[in-house]
């Protein structure tokens, strides 16, 4: 195994709070290494993690998926991305060819719901 081939250390890169060396992991080739990626991103809720959690929405792997989804409402409960934008994605991932992906969309958007921040009706008839 070489250098390069190595999984990057994820509750390292999480306990440093390490947002580029984690957006970087989302790109990795082990599945499991972008899922945890995509979870820590949301336990540390930095804006800057947005568009590449919109992007692992569409990864092939279902807990990449899932996860990136609890990161967007991880993030937009801290107030930290636009509630339209977070509405949005998740209604779209509502979509998911899996079950547990938008079980995790669905999840997802009844939390910001519960939260009162869904001012629009949008989400309502996707979830039903």
Same mark, same amino acid.
């Given at each position: 195994m070489g250098i390069f081939d190595r999984k990057p250390n994820i509750k390292k890169m999480k306990k440093r709070k390490d947002v580029e060396g984690l957006?970087?992991?989302?790109?990795?080739?082990?599945?499991?290494?972008?899922?945890?990626?995509?979870? &820590? @991103? =949301?336990? /540390?809720? +930095? %804006?800057?993690?947005?568009e590449p959690l919109i992007q692992a929405l569409k990864d092939p792997d279902s807990f990449v998926r899932s996860n990136a989804a609890e990161a967007?409402?991880?993030?937009? &409960? @801290? =107030?930290? /991305?636009? +509630? %339209?934008?977070a509405v949005e994605i998740l209604i779209q991932t509502l979509k998911d060819a899996d079950n547990f992906v938008r079980s995790s969309a669905a999840e997802a958007l009844r939390k910001i719901e519960a939260l009162g921040k869904i001012g629009d009706k949008r989400a309502v008839e996707p979830l039903t």
């Open positions: 957006i970087k992991a989302l790109g990795h080739k082990d599945h499991t290494v972008r899922s945890n990626a995509a979870y &820590a @991103l =949301g336990d /540390i809720g +930095d %804006k800057r993690a947005l967007l409402r991880k993030i937009e &409960a @801290l =107030g930290k /991305i636009d +509630d %339209k934008q």
